[in-house]
């Protein structure tokens, strides 16, 4: 089925009689929806302006002589595109979200409100400090529950995400190697990193050394000590780790990576687990950003921007990058430029021309202010239960990859159950579409095979998890009763059905060409 600018719209049934095309392309209430190209005139508009007085160009004759092309459409139009626009996109305010490693909870509205209170989003970077004070003290609020909440003594705010936060932590590293006149050129990272892990320290000109996974989905901290050397500059471990399992033996790990005057880097993506349990400074970590969007909430993935705070050790304190806060008896000050440091500061640059995500601050401490110590703990402790909760009423049809040891926040699966009928882990995940569930994260980590990583976080109910488990029963027995047509025709209800990704990355299509246009008419050749 094409619609009318010749683009495929609506999956055809595989017998042509059952073919449920339209003439418009939409079905029912779901709308089709063109690109803005593809809509309105080149003429219409949704604004009127005045004619523009007669100017003398400055051009040199390099003028534009045609048309720019923009997409004309009236108000109507406009806002029709949009909100069908909006309507395709699925979010967490729709349904649950079990992406693994992406923490994908519930967003507040209280967090929205706070972060559009005119005083925090009106003001400009660039405006003196003196008329944000409000502001700055936010900052130093923040900055408070941060280092509270994992032990550590100093924070870099400015990292507009987590692998940027990586960036940081592990640039204050390589500033605090250089201190000591050592330049080292191994980073240690496990197997199950998430792929930022071994990206930062291979950007900053490092070579990643790989630890292999043991049986049981942990680190092996005699795999650490045998690859520690003087050479290595510090190790990236997350920890839970990406299969959701507490590494029971990090502080040996961190002490055997001390011993050799390296650095512990941790992840901390996975800080939702253990907010209010565990201190990540008590562990013996230097380093580790934390992913504001994913454990303290806010819209991300599609919908919103990322911040990732590194909190650093006393040992690295001094490298934080600018701007940063300096607590002085009046208050917070902060500090912007080299020459307004104080003698044992040596930070080693900037990450950012400002200060950062002030939004995303705001969201941040409103979640934290909202939910307070004990909430924190308790949002820990069930987003826990939830995933153990999912575990165990799965654990019968699904393979868990690592059944002995409790989960932390997600629970990690690998395809054995699906051996030998012709379902892949993919077409499982295109099967939970066609129910109206977003996939669980696949094939990551890379540890086993044919990954499913389920992470229900604290925000879903009993009955929402109950609904996603039975859900994924019905699809793991029909995987098991021979029904692969089912799978590999899924989605067979989603607006487009599966899309050439490899292509789509290796050889995007970034250029607009009109379509031909096709006529309605009877053609002239058929009279
Ligand atoms: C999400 C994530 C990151 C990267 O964070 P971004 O904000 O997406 O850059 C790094 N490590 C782990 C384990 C993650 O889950």
Known sequence: MMNQNGRPTRPEAANAAETVGTFTGNAALDIEEPLIFEVGTNEATGVDLPDPAPVTSRLGGHARKTAVNLPGLTEPETMRHYVRLSRQNYAIDLGLYPLGSCTMKHNPRLNEKMARVPGFADIHPLQPLATVPGAIELMAELSHWLMEMTGMAAVALSPKAGAHGELCGMMAIKAALKARGETRSKVLVPESAHGTNPATAALL????????????????????????????????????????????????????????????????????????????????????????????????????????????????????????????????????????????????????????????????????????????????????????????????????????????????????????????????????????????TMYFPLVVHGAMLVEPTESESRASLDLFIATLRDLAMAASNGQVERFKQAPQHAPRRRLDETRAARSPSLRWTPPEPRSIEPAEAAE
């Open 205 to 440: 000109g490092y070579s990643v050394v790989s630890i292999p996974a043991r049986a049981d989905g942990t680190v092996d901290v005699e795999a650490v000590r045998e690859r520690l050397d003087e050479d290595v500059a510090a190790i990236m471990l997350t920890n839970p780790n990406t299969c959701g399992l507490f590494e029971r033996d990090i502080v040996e790990m961190a002490e055997a990576v001390h011993a050799v005057g390296a650095y512990f880097y941790g992840d901390g993506a996975n800080f939702n687990a253990i907010m209010g349990k565990v201190r990540p400074g008590d562990l013996g970590i230097d380093a580790m950003h934390i992913n504001l969007h994913k454990t303290f909430s806010t819209p991300h993935g599609g919908g919103g921007p990322g911040a990732g705070p590194v909190v650093l050790s006393d040992k690295l304190a001094a490298y934080a990058p600018l701007p940063y806060l300096r607590m002085e008896a009046g208050g917070a000050v902060l500090v912007e430029h080299p020459s307004d440091t104080e003698a044992e500061a040596h930070p080693f640059g900037r990450m950012t021309a400002f200060h950062g995500q002030m939004g995303m601050y705001v969201r941040a401490l409103s979640y934290m202010m909202s939910h307070g110590e004990d909430g924190l703990r308790q949002a820990a402790e069930d987003a826990v239960l939830s995933a153990n909760y999912v575990k165990a009423r799965l654990a019968d049809v699904m393979t868990v990859a690592y059944p002995e040891r409790p989960s932390m926040h997600e629970v990690l699966f690998k395809d054995d159950f699906l051996d030998g009928t012709g379902v892949s882990t993919l077409d499982f995940a295109k099967a939970m579409i066609d129910e109206g569930f977003h996939p669980m």
